[in-house]
């Protein structure tokens, strides 16, 4: 009988954490952390796709010793496996990203960081600590001045990668956050931008303890971007995900190579949100430093491929042009087994975000560390129990493919 010491008994897989951290959301954090677009049915394929897959396992090898670590970021990893940049962490549990932060550092799992956090980066980065790389999640937005101070700061604070968002020119239609009228609680803020507002706002020091800038809060609408005819009418007031994040400007030739220059050479450029082969190739033609296969946790183009489903082309496109770049993949992972699969179709690495938030949302610091933990050991479980002792040698003759007809069909 296993020792039940190691484990938490009221929650044994992901799927059980997700139910617990239901019971611990009110309903608008629920329905935000949880929506995706419009139907719903690209969140549910990027989560259905996976059993389109089955492991073809290999027997009689000494799998006495498994090593499930990888280098990502220049960084020693624990597992394949990172925690996503996700938004507003704080809605979870008062701790947010610092307790995810910390439970990272513990666990030896690289964190990525939204830029629209409820800690600042420079917080989260001392809680992940000197010798742990962050990544910081970008938006990049019309005015760039704002992107670039968001740079810099993430460069003197030591994170070792920007991760571009480029599937979010502008914003997919999520129901439930339009019926809830979702709004961060007054008690939360965004907290990248808090300096630029309290400047663009002309807040001093002595209105913030005296609270006479509440007022000017209040009259600073934030307005999203529009076109007016031939002219382009930037958005204004406040940064916010809604009004500032969606970019519909975002192109190839101008603005990856801006955003290299000014991230280089303390941090690498990885553009997020890739799902086809020919932007696979532009990636590799503007020589990004790493592409993340995504399309937004299912909560941006409803009726887009699944990103395991994805993941083939964007491989084979990539190593068409002999290209070393590292190919990422997030969306739908909930256990160790989806792990394997996505690194036997060619993907080096995986990120993980809704079971992260579950695990925050139900016992903060601890409840991260149990998420990483149960797909950490159901990782090493899944490895040996295939026959492979490193995460480089999993390759596609471990799976196949079954079709609409149940037919089974080597990759």
């Known amino acids: 009988m296993a020792n039940s010491k190691a484990h938490d008994l009221n929650c044994l897989t992901i799927s059980e954490l997700e139910a617990l951290a239901a019971q611990r959301m009110d309903k608008q954090t629920r329905d935000y952390y949880n929506e995706g677009a419009d139907s719903g049915s690209t969140?549910?394929?990027?989560?259905?796709?996976?059993?389109?897959?089955?492991?073809?396992?290999?027997?009689?090898?000494?799998?006495?010793?498994?090593?499930?670590?990888?280098?990502?970021?220049?960084?020693?990893?624990?597992?394949?496996?990172?925690?996503?940049?996700?938004?507003?962490?704080?809605?979870?549990?008062?701790?947010?990203?610092?307790?995810t932060a910390r439970a990272c550092k513990e666990m030896g799992v690289v964190m990525g960081l939204s830029s629209f956090s409820t800690t600042s980066l420079e917080d989260v980065k001392r809680s992940l600590g000197d010798e742990h790389p962050g990544a910081l999640q970008l938006y990049l937005f019309?005015?760039?001045?704002?992107?670039?101070?968001?740079?810099?700061?993430?460069?003197?604070?030591?994170?070792?990668?920007?991760?571009?968002?480029?599937?979010?020119?502008?914003?997919?239609?999520?129901?439930?956050?339009?019926?809830n009228q979702f709004k961060l609680p007054k008690h939360l803020k965004i907290a990248n931008f808090m300096q630029d507002e309290e400047r663009d706002q002309g807040v001093d020091n002595t209105e913030k303890e005296t609270g006479a800038n509440e007022s000017r809060k209040?009259?600073?609408?934030?307005?999203?971007?529009?076109?007016?005819?031939?002219k382009r009418v930037l958005p204004s007031g406040p940064i916010t995900f809604h009004s500032h994040a969606p970019n519909p400007k975002l192109c190839w030739d101008r603005d990856i190579e801006w955003l290299k220059q000014e991230c280089y050479p303390e941090m690498e450029v990885w553009v997020k949100g890739i799902a086809t082969a020919e932007d696979a190739l532009l990636a590799c033609h503007h020589g990004v430093d790493g592409i993340i296969v995504s399309n937004h946790g299912g909560r941006q183009l409803n009726g887009a491929l699944a990103t395991i489903d994805a993941l083939p082309e964007v491989v084979d496109a990539v190593r068409s042009q002999s290209s070393k770049i590292p190919i990422h993949v997030d969306g739908g992972i909930r256990h160790g087994t989806d792990v394997f699969k996505a690194l036997a179709?060619?993907?080096?690495?995986?990120?993980?975000?809704?079971?992260?938030?579950?695990?925050?949302?139900?016992?903060?610091?601890?409840?991260?560390?149990?998420?990483?933990?149960?797909?950490?050991?159901?990782?090493?479980?899944?490895?040996?129990?295939?026959?492979?002792?490193?995460?480089?040698?999993?390759?596609?003759?471990?799976?196949v493919k079954i079709d609409r007809s149940g037919f089974v069909s080597r990759l």
């Open 43 to 99: 969140l549910a394929e990027n989560i259905s796709a996976y059993q389109k897959y089955r492991i073809r396992p290999r027997v009689l090898r000494d799998i006495s010793s498994i090593d499930t670590s990888v280098t990502v970021f220049g960084h020693k990893n624990s597992i394949p496996l990172g925690v996503a940049p996700t938004a507003m962490q704080c809605l979870a549990h008062p701790d947010g990203e610092t307790a």
């Open 142 to 179: 019309e005015e760039r001045q704002k992107s670039r101070q968001l740079i810099q700061r993430a460069k003197k604070a030591g994170y070792k990668a920007v991760l571009l968002t480029v599937d979010t020119p502008v914003l997919g239609r999520r129901n439930l956050e339009i019926r």
């Open 218 to 230: 209040r009259s600073a609408a934030s307005e999203a971007g529009y076109q007016e005819g031939s």
């Open 345 to 399: 179709l060619g993907a080096d690495f995986v990120w993980v975000g809704r079971p992260v938030l579950w695990g925050l949302a139900y016992k903060g610091e601890e409840g991260v560390k149990l998420c990483l933990k149960l797909l950490s050991d159901e990782i090493r479980l899944c490895m040996g129990l295939a026959g492979v002792t490193k995460v480089e040698d999993i390759g596609k003759e471990y799976l």
